[in-house]
C-alpha cells in the first residue's frame, strides 16, 4: 500500500507570492493532517481535516487555508508569503475519524522556501 | 488545548549507554500520548503509543515509554543505544475534540 505522497518535495517562493501544497493520504484513511516544522518549534498544527469538513485550526493566520476533496486528497494553501513561512510542511492521515487518538502516517512533506 | 513540553532540544548519548528523553504534557484528562522519530531525511515514525492500561509500553527499535500520571510525564527510555539511534524524537499528546500536539522535539546524537 503506498504511503502518503506529497508533492511538490520542494518549492521556492518569492515573499507575496501564494503557494498550494498537496497531499495524498493512504488509501481508505480519511482524516488528513497538517503541520508546519521548524527548528526549534516542532511541530505546529495547522488543520485536521475529514470527510471534507475541517474538524480543527491551529492558532496560524488566515492566509493559511486547506481543503479536502471527496476522495481525501488535501491541499493547503498559503497566500501573501512571508520570509516566515518557510518551513517544512508535513502532511499526515489517520485511519481512525480522529487524528486525536491513532497512530499518524507522515508523508516526506514539503520543503517551501521563502525568498 | 492540550500542551507538550519536550525540555531538552539536544542529548548526546554514548553508543551502548542507556537513553532516557523526557517529555511532559498539560492536560486535564488522561491524554492518548505518543513518541514519533524522525531520522535524517526521512518521515516521522512512530515509536510507542499509550492510551490506557499497562503504564509502561514497549515500542519498536527497543524503545519503551512509562506513564507517570502524577508526574504528567511519558519519558521514552532505551537500555542501549545505537548509531542508528541518533534523529529527532517527538513525544504527541492527542485529546478528546482536539488535533494531535507535537513537542518541539529532542535531537539525539550518539558518540562512537
Redesign the interface.
Known amino acids: 500500500k503506498a504511503g502518503v505522497t506529497q508533492t511538490p518535495r520542494y518549492l521556492i517562493k518569492t515573499r507575496g507570492q501564494q503557494v498550494t501544497l498537496s497531499c495524498s493520504p493512504i488509501s481508505g484513511h480519511r482524516s488528513v493532517s497538517w503541520y508546519q516544522q521548524t527548528p526549534g518549534q516542532g511541530l505546529q498544527f495547522l488543520f485536521e481535516y475529514f470527510s471534507e469538513t475541517q474538524r480543527n485550526k491551529g492558532n496560524f493566520p488566515g492566509r493559511f487555508s486547506g481543503r479536502q476533496f471527496s476522495n481525501s486528497r488535501s491541499e493547503m494553501n498559503v497566500s501573501t508569503l512571508e520570509l516566515g513561512d518557510s518551513a517544512l510542511y508535513l502532511c499526515a492521515s489517520s485511519l481512525e475519524g480522529h487524528s486525536y487518538n491513532s497512530p499518524l502516517h507522515f508523508g516526506n512533506g514539503t520543503r517551501l522556501t521563502v525568498t | 488545548a492540550q500542551s507538550v513540553t519536550?525540555p531538552d532540544?539536544h542529548i548526546t548519548v554514548s553508543e551502548g549507554a542507556s537513553l532516557e528523553l523526557r517529555c511532559n504534557y498539560s492536560y486535564g484528562a488522561t491524554p492518548?500520548l505518543?513518541w514519533?522519530v524522525q531520522s535524517p531525511g526521512?518521515?516521522?515514525?512512530?515509536l510507542l503509543?499509550y492510551?490506557s492500561g499497562d503504564t509502561l509500553v514497549q515500542g519498536i527499535k527497543g524503545f519503551e515509554a512509562e506513564f507517570k500520571r502524577s508526574q504528567s510525564s511519558f519519558n521514552l527510555r532505551k537500555p542501549s543505544v545505537h548509531w542508528s539511534d541518533a534523529a529527532e524524537y517527538?513525544c504527541?499528546v492527542?485529546?478528546?475534540?482536539?488535533?494531535?500536539?507535537?513537542?518541539?522535539?529532542t535531537r539525539l546524537t550518539v558518540k562512537p
Do not use: E, T, V
Open positions: 519536550q532540544i492518548y505518543f514519533y526521512q518521515g516521522l515514525q512512530l503509543k492510551f517527538f504527541a492527542g485529546a478528546h475534540g482536539d488535533a494531535m500536539r507535537f513537542g518541539a522535539g
